[in-house]
């Protein structure tokens, strides 16, 4: 069976090795990803996404681009003859495309649809404090995340997990999944299922609008936010000024009675760093100053000075 394979993150690698594992069944034609750019940062020089050097290491025909609405992709597509597409964390593609493989196309979704359609599905369901989550495959059609469901498995999502953390876990889960949806299509023993639309819940893309943190929330909601975005794009308050993104904290009290702190008082005891909440109070263990590398709180604090101006996060 043919396959054209498109992804651009390190979520897409596992699928795109266990598809090449299976090289006797499945034959990967082409690989699509976006092109080279700055990964790490703005400034940062551009650089092969982790899908393009997982292509290259395996020896696999690869195709760049940044724009999948072109006659041009298209035509490219059509040409290599595919029998499957599958999609793992890749652009929006139009019908012009994803209509050309003679069995369909099929996305892996972090999630279980139609919970946390969208673009940040491991994100959303960490700060929503879900307990479990999954992966999803689903044959594409025109609006994006609805179409009829192939496979599904359950994951437990621990406690204290981050984004970057559960991520990991989805993408081996996805890669196997992704395999075995492979097989039931080459073997015609695809049964799909319809998604139902009262059970519709919404992942958005990250913005900095969005990833800022609101201290007046409770403490549980607080540190599931900075779980679930942790360590990127992270969660971020504003010090003295300037931008802070926290990485890590855990719910801790410290020793002095201060209740009625605002959302956002620092406090610091013991060479530890704490932020109030709306019923409690996080310890922030990790964190990045403007400016500054990412750093422990122990490290930031050497160099903060506690005087009688009350700090605050905000």
Same mark, same amino acid.
């Given at each position: 069976?043919?396959?054209?394979? $498109? @992804?651009?993150?390190?979520? *897409?690698?596992?699928?795109?090795? *266990?598809?090449?594992e299976e090289d006797k069944q499945f034959k990967t034609v082409l690989v699509v990803t976006g092109s080279d750019k700055p990964r790490r940062s703005k !400034?940062?020089?551009?650089?092969? #996404?982790?899908?393009?050097?997982a292509a290259v290491s395996l020896g696999l025909p690869l195709y760049e681009t940044d724009d999948v609405t072109s006659r041009e992709f298209a035509d490219i597509?059509?040409?290599?003859?595919?029998?499957?597409?599958?999609? *793992?964390a890749f652009r929006i593609l139009p019908p012009a495309v994803f209509e050309k493989a003679a069995f369909g196309a099929f996305n892996l !979704?972090? #999630?279980?649809? =139609?919970?946390?359609? @969208?673009?940040?599905?491991?994100?959303?369901?960490?700060? %929503?404090?879900?307990?479990?989550? @999954?992966? &999803?495959?689903?044959?594409?059609?025109?609006?994006?995340?609805?179409?009829n469901i192939i496979l599904q498995e359950k994951m437990l999502i621990d406690p204290a997990e981050n984004a970057t953390e559960l991520a990991?876990?989805?993408?081996?889960l996805g890669a196997r999944v992704v395999v075995d949806t492979l097989h039931l299509i080459a073997s015609r023993q695809v049964a799909v299922s319809g998604q139902d639309e009262t059970l519709v819940s919404?992942? =958005?893309k990250l913005t900095r609008n969005n990833t800022r943190i609101t201290w007046s929330q409770p403490v549980k909601c607080v540190n599931d936010f900075i779980r679930g975005l942790a360590m990127? =794009?992270?969660?971020? &308050?504003?010090?003295? @000024? %300037?931008? $802070?993104?926290?990485?890590? *904290?855990?719910?801790?009290t410290p020793s002095l009675e201060t209740t009625s702190a605002s959302p956002g008082t620092i406090y610091v005891e013991n060479g530890r760093l704490y932020a109030s909440c709306a019923d409690g109070w996080l310890e922030v263990l990790s964190l990045q100053l403007e400016g500054r590398r990412p750093m422990e709180s122990v490290e930031?604090?050497?160099?903060?000075?506690?005087?009688?101006?009350?700090h605050l996060f905000v």
């Open positions: 069976m043919r396959i054209i394979f $498109m @992804g651009t993150p390190e979520f *897409a690698v596992p699928s795109l090795k *266990a598809i090449a !400034h940062a020089e551009a650089e092969p #996404s982790p899908v393009k050097q597509v059509a040409a290599q003859r595919a029998d499957v597409i599958v999609v *793992a !979704h972090a #999630s279980l649809l =139609p919970a946390y359609r @969208g673009a940040a599905p491991i994100n959303w369901a960490i700060i %929503k404090g879900e307990h479990e989550t @999954g992966v &999803t495959t689903f044959f594409l059609q025109q609006r994006v995340d609805t179409g990991c876990r989805l993408s081996v919404r992942a =958005p990127k =794009p992270s969660a971020w &308050t504003t010090f003295n @000024g %300037k931008t $802070m993104k926290i990485f890590k *904290a855990s719910p801790a930031f604090l050497r160099g903060f000075r506690q005087d009688r101006q009350q």
